[in-house]
Structures are given as C-alpha cells and as structure tokens.
C-alpha cells in the first residue's frame, strides 16, 4: 500500500469497511428491510442504500456510542419509512384501461365500412340478401334460414355461397369476416 496515493488508499480502505459491514451485518439488516417491506426487491434496494449511507458517514460506525448494527438497522428502518412517506405523500397513481382492441378502431373507419357493406349488399338479389340476412345478422343457421324463408337447405346453402363469392368480389380485402361457414 505504500505506492498507492493517498485517495487510492482510501477507496481500498472504503471498500474493506463496506464488505465487513456487509459480511457481519447483512443478513440481519435484509431481514429487518424484508420484514418492514414485504418485499424482497425493496429490501435489497434499502440494504444498499444502507450501505452508501454508511460509506458516506464511516464516522458514525465508529464514535462508540452504540453498535454498529443498531446504527444500520437503524438506518434501514429510516430509509423504509421514508419510502412510506414519500409513496403515501403523492397521489396515488392510477393505471391506464387496457385498450380494446375492438374499442380501438377509429369511428369514422367503422362508419366508411358499414357504407361501403351496405352499398354491396344492395347490389344483391333480394334472394342472396335474405340468405345472409337471415344467416350473419340474425345468427342463425342454414338450416333455420330455410325454414324462416320458406326455401329448401342445399338452395339456402347455393345462395349464401353465391352471395358471399359476390361480396368477396366487391369487397377485396374484407374477406376475413365472411369466413364464416354454414352448416
């Protein structure tokens, strides 16, 4: 040590008090900072900033007036209630909604979309329009078309085939929700 400056020797110097304090008083004061926390993470993070705290006042661990480890834990108990004041002094944050994805579209997408379904639908027979109708907006199947429409099952079934190939035509690019099948 004798070729080290002198600032060089006081890191060594710092950095030997700062492992001892850890390797005698560690254990305890992360179980002290875990039981006032409940939280392992926050107890960790106290642990060290006992440790700064006592690397910026290296007097205070030693001018005998009380232990070492009553001083750290101590200041560990500080630190925590601290944080407690701190967190409970500020508004309490609220967390933003989750965006639905639904909810997410723009309006005015939705608005040009149902004009433009509704321009190709109109170009439809009667026929196909009552097909789909029956089937996409009322929910129900081949089967319950036919008999709402007074038409045989393979001719319902014809139409929706006919009426979807004829939108997927008008429609490029809005196929996705005219996958539906019917059964």
Same mark, same amino acid.
């Given at each position: 040590?004798?070729?080290?400056? @002198?600032? %060089?020797?006081? &890191? #060594?110097?710092? !950095?030997? $008090?700062? =492992?001892?304090?850890?390797?005698?008083?560690?254990?305890?004061?992360?179980?002290?900072?875990?039981?006032?926390?409940?939280? @392992?993470? %926050?107890?960790? &993070? #106290?642990?060290? !900033?006992? $440790?700064? =705290?006592?690397?910026?006042?290296?007097?205070?661990?030693?001018?005998?007036?009380?232990?070492?480890?009553?001083?750290?834990l101590t200041v560990v108990r500080n630190l925590v209630t601290d944080?407690?004041?701190? =967190?409970?002094?500020?508004?309490?944050?609220?967390?933003?909604?989750?965006?639905?994805?639904?909810?997410?579209?723009?309006?005015?997408?939705?608005?040009?979309?149902?004009?433009?379904?509704?321009a190709a639908l109109r170009r439809l027979s009667a026929e196909h329009?009552?097909?789909?109708?029956?089937?996409?907006?009322?929910?129900?199947?081949?089967?319950?078309?036919?008999?709402?429409?007074?038409?045989?099952?393979?001719?319902?079934?014809?139409?929706?085939?006919?009426?979807?190939?004829?939108?997927?035509?008008?429609?490029?690019?809005?196929?996705?929700?005219?996958?539906?099948?019917?059964?």
């Amino acid at each position: 040590m004798a070729g080290l400056s @002198r600032r %060089a020797r006081q &890191d #060594v110097a710092d !950095e030997a $008090l700062l =492992r001892s304090l850890y390797r005698e008083h560690g254990s305890a004061m992360l179980a002290y900072a875990y039981r006032l926390t409940g939280d @392992r993470a %926050a107890a960790e &993070d #106290v642990v060290q !900033e006992t $440790l700064v =705290r006592a690397w910026q006042h290296p007097d205070s661990l030693v001018n005998g007036r009380g232990s070492v480890r009553g001083w750290l834990l101590t200041v560990v108990r500080n630190l925590v209630t601290d944080k407690a004041r701190a =967190r409970a002094s500020r508004p309490r944050e609220v967390a933003e909604p989750p965006v639905d994805v639904a909810v997410a579209h723009d309006h005015a997408e939705g608005i040009v979309n149902s004009m433009v379904v509704g321009a190709a639908l109109r170009r439809l027979s009667a026929e196909h329009r009552d097909v789909l109708e029956q089937i996409y907006l009322l929910g129900g199947t081949a089967s319950e078309a036919a008999q709402a429409l007074g038409i045989p099952l393979g001719t319902v079934k014809s139409r929706c085939y006919h009426a979807l190939r004829a939108l997927r035509g008008s429609l490029p690019g809005v196929e996705a929700g005219l996958e539906r099948s019917v059964s």
